[in-house]
Every structure is written in C-alpha cells, then in structure tokens.
C-alpha cells in the first residue's frame, strides 16, 4: 500500500458547539437589525427629535465600545458562558425594555444597558467560537461564523418593519425579547474547552486592562479604515439612491449580504491556504471596483452589480481580518484582540458616518461620500501591500 507524506485527515469543523454559537450569533443580530430602521420611529412617537434620534442611535455604539476593553478582564475573573448569558440576559430585559420608555431620557438608558449586553455578547460569542475552530481551520470557520450576522444584516430590517406593520412598537420590542431569549436558551447548551491537548488546566495568566491590543492595532487600523466606507454605504445608500433616480435600495442590501454569504463559503479556506495578505488585497480591489462602479452608476442594474462587488469584497475581508486578529495572540488574550477588532469597526462607522456626511454637504452631492470611501479602500490596499512586502522581504 501507497502512502503519501505528510498527509493528514482533516480535523472536524462542525461541532455541537459551534453549531449552537453560530445560531445564538445569528438571533443577537436579528433582535439587532430589527430595531435598525424601527427604533428612530419610536423615538419620533414619543416625542425625539432629529438631534434626540441621532443620540439613541449613537448612545449604542459608544456603550458597546466602551465595555468591550473590559471583557478580557471578566473572563480572568468568570467563565465565559456565564458572561456570555448575562450580556444575552442584558440584551433580552433591554430589548423589550424599550416599550416601556416613554421618555427620552428612559430611552437613552435603556439604550446604553442594550449596548453593554450587545458589547459583551459580540465579544464573547466569536471568542468562544475560536475556541471550538480547529486552529489550521479558522479562517474558515470564523467566515462560516460570520454567515448569520451577514444574513441578518439583510433579513433584521426587513423582520423588523414587518413585525411593526403586523402588530405595533409593543410587538416589535416583545418579539425582539423573544429571539433574546431564544439566543440565552441556545446559549445554555454552548460548552467550552477549557484544557489544553493534555487534559490539565492551564495556569491564569496575570489580569490585564489593555484599551487596546497592541499586537493587532495593525488590523484594527484596516478594519477601520474598511468601516469608514462600510458606514458611508449604511448611513447615505438611500440618499444617494434618490440623487440617482434609483428604485432597488432594498434590493441592494439584500444582494450585498447575499454576496457575503456566498463569499464566505469559500474565502475562509482561501486564507487558511494563502493568509492574510492575499486576501486583503484580492478582496479589497473586488470591494473598491463595486464602490468605483457606484459612483459612476446609471441605472438600477449597475447599481446592483455594485452591490454584488462590494458584498464580495466586504463578505471576505471582514472575516479574514476578523480571523488574523485571533490568530495573532495567545488564547486567553482572545477577548483583548477582538474587543480592539470589533471598536476600531464601530469608530470607523461612527467617523465615517459624520465625516462622510459633512462631505456630502460640502460638495452637495451624495456621490462624494464614495469618493472618499474609495479613498479608504486605496489606503487598505496600500497598508496591505506593505504587509505582504514586509513578510516577503
């Protein structure tokens, strides 16, 4: 009998609990995405004005941030899981908490106590699936990871404007609750492994607050400058669209995530192949043809091919990152290097959102914002030239 060198069965992907932990993932982003174009209705029925809508949606983001540095601190002190169930526990009470602010103040608070669950449980859930990613598969795991939010990311609002045509506010915030506590009762059966290869626990390492992990800031700083255009094509799409003439907004996130979701089928395994670096660039000029194609758009049929490319692009880059980041530490530094990936996201939407909106002002054209957002993808691809230079040298 013949046998070749070297050659290995490949290790199992598909395990009980990543299974659960890319479920309980996928409802977090779907009780999320509901409230996305839902909520700023409810603000302006109580009463919210422009400048208050601007705060609840904003409160969010800068709690999520916020409480992200502390979680690789939490996990020194308790276990994951529980974590984990408590910041699922936080999101549930929150999300149908909202119907019973009937002032903004309320709002707001409720709004922070949402973002630290939401903080917590991003965190927590990709941590603990890394855990149960077989180490020589975690590009492709994090990207199969990643299927649910894409998918949600299109399905939550769509959801979530049904719901409230079908009911009203109470029903959506009830129904919100229920996917939260859905997401606790998957989150119950996710087991952890807490041993090494030899079945002896390992010694605490020494608590740490780091802000931000220093050893990933070179992704962190990619991410971003990928969230600055991604918070131009959430936050001024539609605008553009209505400069434009165009009909398919709807359709346009619907085919940016399902572009996501068929990238990442794939692209996983292209980096646990080949690394980041081919990734990085390959992918990065796929998403900034769709943003070049955009600016230059004269119907609804270039629109959606625009949307297709820059899905594609944006589908495999956000998980390679996402995976490098990961792969970059030690374990149970897991928590530090995804809190950093996760808030340099969140600040690149956030400046992008405001940045690109005073552009638009400025130059009075919405099609100036993707000038700019081109403009961060030509500064990724530069950075990430330099890295596989740096690594070929």
């Known amino acids: 009998m013949i046998t070749i060198a070297n050659q290995r069965p490949k290790t199992k992907l598909w395990n009980r609990s990543f299974i659960f932990v890319l479920l309980a993932n996928a409802f977090v982003f779907l009780a999320f995405e509901m409230l996305a174009p839902t909520l700023p209705l409810y603000v302006s029925s109580i009463g919210g004005e422009a400048t208050q809508i601007g705060l609840v949606t904003g409160i969010f983001v800068i709690s999520a941030i916020l409480i992200r540095p502390f979680t690789g601190i939490m996990a020194m002190k308790m276990d994951k899981k529980y974590l984990l169930i408590i910041g699922v526990a936080i999101g549930a009470l929150a999300t149908g908490g909202y119907y019973l602010a009937t002032e903004i103040w309320a709002l707001v608070l409720i709004r922070i106590l949402h973002g630290f669950g939401f903080g917590i449980t991003t965190t927590y859930f990709t941590t603990i699936a890394a855990e149960n990613i077989p180490k020589e598969r975690l590009g492709e795991g994090i990207g199969y990871f990643g299927v649910g939010e894409t998918t949600m990311v299109s399905v939550g609002p769509l959801v979530g404007v049904m719901f409230l045509e079908i009911w009203d506010f109470k029903g959506l915030f009830m129904s919100g609750m229920a996917f939260m506590l859905l997401t606790l009762l998957i989150t119950l059966f996710i087991s952890r492994k807490s041993t090494d290869s030899k079945g002896l626990k390992k010694p605490?390492?020494?608590?740490?607050?780091?802000?931000?992990?220093?050893?990933?800031?070179?992704?962190?700083?990619?991410?971003?400058?990928?969230?600055?255009?991604?918070?131009?094509?959430?936050?001024?799409?539609?605008?553009?669209?209505?400069?434009?003439?165009?009909?398919?907004?709807?359709?346009?996130?619907?085919?940016?995530?399902?572009?996501?979701?068929?990238?990442?089928?794939?692209?996983?395994?292209?980096?646990?192949?080949?690394?980041?670096?081919?990734?990085?660039?390959?992918?990065?000029?796929?998403?900034?043809?769709?943003?070049?194609?955009?600016?230059?758009?004269?119907?609804?049929?270039?629109?959606?091919?625009?949307?297709?490319?820059?899905?594609?692009?944006?589908?495999?880059?956000?998980?390679?990152?996402?995976?490098?980041?990961?792969?970059?530490?030690?374990?149970?530094?897991?928590?530090?290097?995804?809190?950093?990936?996760?808030?340099?996201?969140?600040?690149?939407?956030?400046?992008?959102?405001?940045?690109?909106?005073?552009?638009?002002?400025?130059?009075?054209?919405?099609?100036?914002?993707?000038?700019?957002?081109?403009?961060?993808?030509?500064?990724?691809?530069?950075?990430?030239?330099?890295?596989?230079?740096r690594r070929t040298a």
Not at 271 to 277: I, R
Not at 284 to 298: E, F, S, T
Not at 324 to 350: L, P, Q, R
Request: proline share 2%; hydrophobic share 60%.
């Open 204 to 389: 605490t390492p020494a608590i740490q607050f780091k802000l931000i992990e220093k050893r990933v800031l070179f992704q962190s700083i990619l991410i971003a400058l990928i969230g600055i255009a991604a918070g131009g094509i959430m936050s001024f799409i539609a605008l553009f669209a209505v400069e434009k003439g165009l009909d398919q907004v709807a359709l346009f996130f619907t085919v940016v995530a399902l572009a996501g979701l068929v990238v990442r089928l794939f692209s996983g395994r292209m980096y646990d192949h080949f690394g980041p670096g081919l990734m990085l660039i390959l992918f990065g000029l796929v998403a900034m043809a769709g943003l070049v194609l955009l600016v230059i758009v004269q119907n609804d049929v270039q629109f959606l091919i625009a949307a297709f490319l820059y899905g594609l692009g944006f589908g495999a880059v956000f998980p390679a990152i996402q995976a490098w980041c990961i792969s970059s530490v030690e374990k149970h530094e897991h928590e530090n290097a995804v809190a950093s990936f996760f808030n340099f996201f969140d600040i690149g939407i956030g400046i992008g959102a405001m940045a690109l909106g005073i552009v638009a002002q400025v130059y009075n054209t919405y099609a100036a914002v993707f000038y700019v957002s081109i403009g961060a993808y030509v500064l990724f691809l530069l950075l990430s030239i330099f890295y596989v230079k």
